[in-house]
């Protein structure tokens, strides 16, 4: 492995705390020499540029403190159901544009998000093991609660369906799009029907009723 592993919980699981290699994507081991392999360690990663894309086991439970700290090209990353702990500034200033926290998560620390990023969170709510300010701002703009953690196609009808803009394969819509024009028609919004019912979305957006098309 290109990866160092030490003991860690007396002799009973492995943590990931050494990194030799240079590859873009990341395969964290389920288990070492026979045990679990739980925790990555504070910062494995941190400011580490080759690495595009890490592929967490479902046996981790923490994740150290800045341990992708500054990892400014790491594009994808999906947190397993079973972690426990995100230390702090865990992502902070890495590439990552949105990202989707489990249930599970019990503890996350001091700006382990940045503020740009969009935060998908099963949990209904701010658990308190959560630092107010764990989204690097604290105004939880940027966080939607009460997601489900399903991947969705969501679709933009645009002229009547001629010009539609598909998101494919995302937890939702991580920004307002850009406003359409029509001749002799003001904007008022996206909507998620097409009668215009009700009121615009807001955004980031995900869909809580199933409807995956908004039109304008």
């Known amino acids: 492995s290109d990866l160092g592993y030490r003991e860690i919980n007396e002799g009973t699981e492995y943590e990931a705390y050494l990194n030799h290699t240079s590859d873009s994507v990341i395969n964290i081991p389920s288990s070492y020499e026979g045990l679990p392999v739980t925790k990555i360690a504070t910062n494995l990663f941190n400011n580490n540029q080759d690495i595009h894309t890490v592929n967490l086991p479902s046996t981790l439970k923490y994740i150290?403190?800045?341990?992708?700290?500054?990892?400014?090209?790491?594009?994808?990353?999906?947190?397993?159901?079973?972690?426990?702990?995100?230390?702090?500034?865990?992502f902070c200033h890495s590439g990552i544009t949105s990202i989707a926290l489990p249930g599970s998560i019990e503890i996350i620390g001091n700006s382990a998000f940045l503020w740009t990023m969009t935060i998908y969170?099963?949990?209904?709510?701010?658990?308190?093991?959560?630092?107010?300010?764990?989204?690097?701002?604290?105004?939880?703009?940027?966080?939607?609660?009460?997601h489900d953690l399903v991947k969705r196609t969501y679709t933009l009808e645009l002229n009547n369906g001629e010009d539609d803009v598909t998101y494919a394969d995302v937890?939702?819509?991580?920004?307002?799009?850009?406003?359409?024009?029509?001749?002799?028609?003001?904007?008022?919004?996206?909507?998620?029907?097409?009668?215009?019912?009700?009121?615009?979305?807001?955004?980031?957006?995900?869909?809580?009723?199933?409807?995956?098309?908004?039109?304008?």
């Open 64 to 90: 150290g403190d800045q341990a992708f700290y500054a990892a400014g090209n790491l594009k994808s990353i999906t947190l397993n159901e079973g972690l426990l702990e995100i230390g702090s500034w865990a």
């Open 121 to 146: 969170c099963e949990a209904e709510e701010k658990p308190l093991g959560w630092h107010s300010n764990f989204d690097n701002t604290g105004d939880y703009e940027r966080v939607v609660w009460g």
């Open 171 to 216: 937890y939702g819509i991580d920004s307002q799009p850009e406003d359409p024009t029509y001749t002799d028609h003001t904007f008022i919004g996206w909507y998620d029907n097409e009668d215009f019912i009700g009121s615009a979305v807001t955004f980031p957006y995900f869909s809580k009723t199933g409807a995956t098309t908004l039109y304008a």
